[in-house]
């Protein structure tokens, strides 16, 4: 049995996938189980992978989105600790190990998330606070053209240097789950195609008594947009769509009706712009060197 496994969601990810499994043979000095989720590539992805010994690769029945194909690895593992992974990151050597012994710092941990890095260098925010009205609304009408306004910093927590410790919400981009933990709590809801499962997924594992740890002391590189990029406006509408079920579950009730109509034209608005701005489709950007 392998000590950690690794489980990647893949969509026509042919020209990131060498690079992503490369890096994880200087990633840990454990033996380490690699499963690939394909969700219907066409580019050439499966051939890619084919070359690479030691992967499963598994062609999930239909794209039912991230986390249904995470769901699906994470279910083929055999290991206490899983880190789920975009295709478009590098481990940086040692990382794995690292977020491992995170783990072991934080013995409740359901939830461990490492730095992300662009690929320009900068800090990604990727342990946030939970999204509220105030901060979500804020975030939402500044940060792509404010990315230093007091909502986006505070929803972002970039006050003071990357430190560890518990978070309110982990970037699904690479995150170390419990297994216990993730099992306990039903794993990501599918009914998010893309964007949120991560933020939905973190605030159920906090409601039932895990910590959600940022583990800054292991890196990650992450090429980001990869999927969205070559579907801007499709990907914008999954966005808008998610944060109105996220938000909408958690104002829910007869009191909150009033607070849901306005989110939903709210977040219509802010799609019809991003369809024409180009940058308020990718967000806020980064701020920090990293």
């Not at 392998?2 to 033996?31: E, G, K, P, Q, W």
């Not at 986006?152 to 690479?174: I, M």
């Not at 579950?249 to 306005?262: E, K, M, N, Q, S």
Request: charged residues 20%; proline residues 5%; positive net charge.
């Amino acid at each position: 049995m392998s000590d950690i496994s690794v489980v990647a969601v893949t969509y026509d990810s042919a020209d990131v996938v060498d690079a992503f499994l490369a890096s994880l043979d200087a990633a840990s000095v454990r033996s380490t189980a690699v499963t690939v989720i394909d969700n219907g590539s066409v580019d050439g992805t499966l051939e890619r992978l084919a070359a690479h010994r030691g992967c499963e690769v598994v062609r999930a029945p239909d794209n039912g989105g991230y986390g249904a194909g995470a769901n699906l690895g994470v279910r083929r593992s055999a290991t206490d600790w899983v880190v789920v992974a975009n295709p478009d990151i590098v481990f940086h050597p040692g990382s794995l190990d690292e977020l491992l012994a995170v783990s072991r710092r934080w013995p409740r941990a359901g939830a461990i998330g490492p730095r992300i890095l662009t690929a320009d260098g900068r800090l990604y925010p990727s342990a946030r606070e939970l999204p509220s009205l105030g901060r979500g609304i804020g975030h939402a009408v500044f940060g792509w053209f404010w990315p230093t306004n007091p909502w986006t910093r505070s929803y972002r927590r970039e006050q003071g240097a990357p430190a560890e410790g518990r978070v309110g919400w982990l970037s699904g981009a690479c995150l170390m789950v419990n297994r216990k933990a993730f099992d306990a709590v039903g794993g990501f809801d599918e009914t998010y195609f893309m964007y949120f499962e991560d933020v939905d997924l973190c605030e159920r594992l906090a409601r039932a008594g895990w910590d959600v740890v940022y583990g800054p002391s292991a890196t990650i590189e992450h090429l980001g947009g990869h999927a969205a990029s070559r579907n801007l406006v499709g990907m914008s509408r999954a966005h808008h769509d998610s944060a109105y079920r996220y938000l909408s579950r958690r104002y829910a009730g007869g009191r909150w009706l009033p607070v849901r109509a306005a989110l939903r034209a709210g977040l219509w608005a802010r799609f019809r712009v991003s369809t024409v701005i180009e940058r308020l489709a990718h967000g806020a950007e980064p701020t920090r060197p990293g």
